[in-house]
């Protein structure tokens, strides 16, 4: 991985003019005194453009080897959370010296960015098989049978401010400057909670909950916004209720009262990804 002197212009005239006089890299590298394969690297480049000198680079020369790269590529696509630190000190026991900036540099240029890992549900094995018994089991379902199922679920939403991290653009020391900044007040700002449903046909009823929710709690919303809204929105009969598996709702007193009022509810597998609009 050292950097090696260029030859001059001289030596690599001469090594063609020999080449041309018909003796080989051997003799022509002993002569010399050069590495019979930097011999045979610059008569093939003069075979293949007619010039002995070098093309004009873009910019400086890489500092980590074509194998360093590769190295440190496997590196990050075996283990994801590896660190610049780690990928730097890789490289310093194979013979390369170079900073953080030069690692992260040489990622993005091969399309890799530091971000935010993901947080997903943990899940088993049997998570996984029940997940994948869903999808075969309505793989082939039309297009129609979905429209008939009316989809719920709750979301938090921020009164002031958002939990979520937010990113901006700005230059040192502007950190504080009133457009990179991010309103608080103390003690959060407040949240409300919020039941809805939806459908092909359109959106339901939206209920704020304001208190902790109990399963005989979340009857009363069923009762009060989403029988209203099927009627509303006339999915007509056979329509289908998908809810998730939080504990209110597969509660006896909800499984209950669903039997009650003949509502054919979406067999729902527990740790699926929250992909309806509502939660997200």
């Known amino acids: 991985m050292a950097k090696t002197k260029e030859l001059s212009k001289d030596t690599r005239d001469k090594i063609v003019h020999l080449h041309k006089v018909g003796k080989g890299y051997g003799e022509i590298a002993k002569q010399l005194g050069e590495k019979r394969s930097t011999v045979g690297a610059i008569i093939r480049k003069w075979k293949k453009l007619n010039m002995t000198v070098n093309l004009p680079r873009t910019g400086a020369p890489c500092k980590i080897s074509p194998r360093g790269v590769s190295?440190?590529?496997?590196?990050v696509r075996n283990q994801p959370r590896t660190t610049r630190g780690e990928l730097v000190n890789d490289l310093k026991r194979a013979g390369t010296t170079v900073s953080k900036v030069t690692v992260g540099n040489t990622l993005r240029r091969h399309g890799l960015k530091s971000c935010m890992a993901r947080k997903v549900p943990l899940l088993k094995p049997a998570h996984v098989k029940a997940r994948l018994k869903?999808?075969?089991?309505?793989?082939?379902?039309?297009?129609?049978?979905?429209?008939?199922?009316?989809?719920?679920?709750?979301?938090?939403m921020e009164r002031f401010g958002h939990n979520s991290t937010k990113h901006v653009?700005?230059?040192?020391?502007?950190?504080?400057?009133?457009?990179?900044?991010?309103?608080?007040?103390?003690?959060?700002?407040?949240?409300?909670?919020?039941?809805?449903?939806?459908?092909a046909h359109g959106t339901g009823r939206v209920h704020c909950i304001k208190e902790r929710m109990t399963g005989a709690m979340y009857c009363e919303i069923l009762g009060n916004n989403l029988l209203p809204s099927v009627r509303a929105l006339k999915m007509g009969r056979g329509w289908v209720f998908q809810h998730d598996n939080d504990p209110k709702y597969t509660a006896r007193i909800t499984k209950e009262w669903l039997c009650k009022k003949h509502i054919k509810v979406l067999a729902w597998p527990s740790q699926s990804p929250d992909l309806n609009p509502i939660e997200n």
């Open 71 to 75: 190295m440190i590529l496997r590196k």
């Open 134 to 156: 869903f999808a075969n089991d309505h793989l082939d379902d039309p297009e129609e049978s979905w429209e008939k199922v009316m989809w719920s679920d709750e979301t938090k």
């Open 169 to 199: 653009w700005r230059k040192k020391n502007d950190e504080y400057h009133h457009k990179n900044t991010i309103p608080t007040v103390k003690h959060g700002g407040g949240s409300i909670m919020l039941w809805g449903c939806f459908s």
